[in-house]
């Protein structure tokens, strides 16, 4: 079956709705919803802790059928400035979906993060771009052998995530999460007055307060407070 285009739903975040989210890290965004948001943690940044690149844009989607990766090729078309690219493979590692030269031709066309449930190939030369986040569940040298199937901007799910395409991806050092437009309109008050909170524990442990004090937890039973 040739590789099929999908209409973009209707109802996306605006660029005002997005920006209130990047100041939030992905551990409260998952915290907020319990891990229901979260994608596998075996997705993972391709970089070490600390020199990650944080991901963080709407998602163009890409169903793929391994050892094929059309639906890569005809999604890197519709990134724009801003998007991620999130290939669904099914987790299989046996070859790769995405590599230097598309990996290139998505960072030249604005795309700024790629999130793979499957491998990708030419991870040195994609590690060392500051302005295209790499998330990963494998990484192997082999390469696709077609390009007729799939399909671009469906549903998928990655990680055990169901992902649209629209849906705002936001990962960092921690992890990957996928906040649905409607989620992410929902929540966003509610992120802020986490962030709120935090740094108000941040400065009461550093003036000195306890973290019963700090967190108005009761006394354990035989401290002797």
């Given at each position: 079956?040739?590789?099929?285009?999908?209409?973009?739903?209707?109802?996306?975040?605006?660029?005002?709705?997005?920006?209130?989210?990047?100041?939030?890290?992905?551990?409260?965004?998952?915290?907020?919803?319990?891990?229901?948001?979260?994608?596998?943690?075996?997705?993972?940044?391709?970089?070490?802790?600390?020199?990650?690149?944080?991901?963080?844009?709407?998602?163009?989607?890409?169903?793929?059928?391994?050892p094929?990766?059309?639906?890569?090729?005809?999604a890197?078309?519709?990134?724009g400035?801003?998007?991620?690219?999130?290939?669904?493979?099914?987790?299989?590692?046996?070859?790769?979906?995405i590599g230097?030269i598309?990996?290139?031709?998505?960072r030249r066309r604005g795309?700024v993060?790629?999130?793979?449930?499957?491998?990708?190939?030419d991870?040195?030369?994609?590690a060392?771009?500051?302005?295209l986040?790499?998330?990963?569940?494998?990484?192997?040298?082999?390469?696709?052998?077609?390009?007729?199937?799939?399909?671009?901007?469906?549903?998928?799910?990655?990680?055990?995530?169901?992902?649209?395409?629209?849906?705002?991806?936001?990962?960092?050092?921690?992890?990957?999460?996928?906040?649905?437009?409607?989620?992410?309109?929902?929540?966003?008050?509610?992120a802020?007055?986490?962030?709120?909170?935090e740094?108000?524990?941040?400065a009461?442990?550093?003036?000195?307060?306890?973290?019963r004090?700090t967190?108005?937890?009761?006394?354990?039973v035989?401290?002797?407070?």
């Amino acid at each position: 079956m040739p590789v099929t285009i999908h209409a973009v739903p209707e109802g996306g975040l605006s660029e005002a709705e997005i920006a209130r989210w990047r100041a939030v890290p992905v551990a409260v965004a998952a915290d907020l919803a319990r891990g229901a948001d979260q994608i596998d943690p075996a997705i993972r940044p391709l970089n070490p802790p600390g020199r990650q690149p944080r991901l963080f844009g709407r998602a163009v989607t890409a169903l793929c059928e391994p050892p094929d990766f059309g639906a890569v090729l005809h999604a890197v078309e519709r990134i724009g400035p801003g998007d991620v690219l999130v290939i669904a493979a099914g987790g299989r590692s046996e070859t790769a979906m995405i590599g230097e030269i598309v990996g290139g031709h998505l960072r030249r066309r604005g795309g700024v993060g790629l999130v793979c449930d499957g491998a990708i190939r030419d991870v040195g030369v994609l590690a060392g771009w500051a302005d295209l986040s790499v998330f990963t569940r494998a990484i192997t040298p082999r390469g696709p052998a077609s390009a007729e199937r799939g399909a671009v901007n469906a549903p998928v799910v990655v990680g055990g995530r169901l992902v649209a395409a629209g849906d705002l991806i936001i990962g960092d050092d921690d992890g990957l999460v996928a906040l649905a437009p409607e989620t992410a309109r929902d929540r966003i008050g509610d992120a802020e007055a986490k962030l709120a909170r935090e740094a108000e524990w941040e400065a009461s442990l550093a003036a000195g307060r306890s973290v019963r004090e700090t967190f108005g937890i009761a006394a354990a039973v035989g401290d002797g407070a």
